[in-house]
């Protein structure tokens, strides 16, 4: 029986670096009916050089196509302190709080904020001191594999494992950090590698634009969604254009909700309680096919199969061929064994 599925809604660096436009985003996220809402936590002089520049998608979709990359991420912080609000609001909205850090330093101060999963990030999936530590709490682990190769995959598995990081408490994603992901280039079969290859949890990480990918890594048997998310695409900011709005949020929501329901069965085939009424209206049972008077044999050229389904059923027509009629019966009667000797 499949499991609910753990939905993220990726608030990311969409808030723009402003609290009040944070706390909107854990509005909608709560108004969706997500598991978790993830943001990320980093200082720009640990995460990049001074000299970087953006990658194409942040220049696109940002308004000024001048600034460094160091420079984009700077005005996109979250403070301690405004990790603190969120953390407090998400409680106060019966939402779970999760965050990304980038370095030692971030996985620490979210360790003490007592989140109860880590996440792995795709750019830290070579990041061996990154590993050691994120490994160091004994807590779950999410790694996301975005631009990883199945041996990248594994070592870093090696690390979490050899670290005493149980297996079961590992649930890597599946992910390309094109944004947005071209749909040629989904490759969402990997996923079904990934688990197959490891025998691991796996979900999917989702960068395309719309929701039809993200439903059907569920339906495929994914058990994590992590799915950026925006109060509107047409927002300044490197990720916004590539995220959900709050309606395609409720929507994806909806659909992925819906998979989990119909995907919860025993697997085993059968009749379904909702169905069973149609078994008399939709099959057939064997009828007649001409008049036939007392004492004639039935014979195979005299049956006729029609609905409903609520007689002698026509798997069972070598059963009354040859029988003798007990009285005349009208063409198109339904068989009655009884009516034969």
Do not use: W
């Amino acid at each position: 029986m499949k499991k609910k599925t753990i939905i993220i809604a990726e608030a990311g660096v969409n808030h723009n670096g402003k609290i009040s436009m944070a706390k909107k985003l854990i509005d909608v996220a709560v108004e969706a009916g997500v598991d978790y809402i993830k943001f990320q936590t980093f200082k720009a002089e640990t995460l990049v050089s001074k000299s970087a520049s953006k990658a194409s998608y942040q220049i696109s979709n940002s308004n000024n196509k001048d600034e460094t990359q160091f420079q984009m991420l700077k005005n996109l912080e979250l403070s301690e302190e405004g990790h603190f609000l969120l953390f407090e609001y998400c409680n106060s909205k019966n939402i779970k709080f999760l965050s990304t850090a980038f370095d030692p330093e971030g996985l620490e101060f979210l360790n003490s904020l007592g989140i109860d999963i880590m996440k792995i990030p795709s750019g830290e999936i070579t990041n061996l001191p990154y590993l050691n530590k994120i490994s160091s709490f004994g807590k779950p682990i999410i790694l996301s594999t975005g631009m990883a190769s199945l041996l990248e995959i594994h070592d870093a598995l090696e690390v979490l494992i050899g670290n005493s990081i149980s297996l079961n408490d590992i649930t890597i994603l599946h992910c390309n950090t094109a944004y947005p992901t071209p749909m040629k280039d989904v490759n969402l079969l990997a996923m079904l590698s990934i688990r197959d290859k490891f025998n691991v949890k796996v979900g999917y990480s989702d960068h395309t634009m719309g929701i039809e990918v993200p439903i059907a890594s569920v339906a495929l048997g994914a058990e994590v969604i992590e799915k950026h998310i925006t109060l509107n695409k047409n927002l300044s900011g490197p990720d916004h254009k590539a995220s959900l709005d709050p309606d395609e949020l409720k929507e994806m929501v909806r659909c992925i909700r819906n998979i989990d329901e119909a995907c919860s069965g025993s697997g085993i085939k059968g009749v379904s309680p909702s169905e069973i009424l149609n078994k008399i209206h939709s099959r057939k049972s064997i009828h007649l096919k001409r008049n036939l008077k007392k004492g004639e044999m039935l014979e195979e050229s005299n049956l006729i199969m029609l609905r409903p389904g609520n007689g002698i059923s026509p798997m069972d027509s070598t059963t009354v061929i040859g029988k003798i009629s007990k009285k005349n019966i009208s063409a198109y009667s339904q068989i009655n064994i009884n009516d034969f000797n």
